[in-house]
Nanobody, 122 residues
């Protein structure tokens, strides 16, 4: 009923840029924080960037100054603009959102997308 769908991953050379998008769809009543996480092979999933409903942002130290998170509340979408990409940014990137469903009560629950692969390599 409620799902997050990412798009925009791919292969890029070091120093290049990519833009990830994530759309929330379904019977959604309210959207809270939205964010991006990533998981590299053999590593734990880590938070990359989070944006609140009011637009406050928080970034991992490793991406500060290179990545920008933004959202469109009307479209229920979140974006991640990634610049100056490095090989260590290679990972599966997951969209996350706190959502409440119509008829599902007021509590915000965590939802995850299926992930999109970002590979930074020459």
């Amino acid at each position: 009923q409620v799902q997050l769908v990412e798009s925009g991953g791919g292969l890029v050379q070091p120093g290049g840029s990519l833009r990830l998008s994530c759309a929330a769809s379904g019977r959604i009543f309210r959207v809270g924080d939205m964010g991006w996480y990533r998981q590299a092979p053999g590593k734990q999933r880590e938070r990359v960037a989070v944006i609140s409903g009011g637009g406050s942002t928080n970034y991992a130290d490793s991406v500060k100054g290179r990545f920008t998170i933004s959202r469109d509340n009307a479209k229920k979408m979140v974006y991640l603009e990634m610049n100056s990409l490095k090989p260590e940014d290679t990972a599966v990137y997951y969209c996350n959102a706190e959502l409440s469903r119509i008829g599902g009560g007021s509590a915000l629950l965590d939802y995850w997308g299926q992930g999109t692969q970002v590979t930074v390599s020459s």
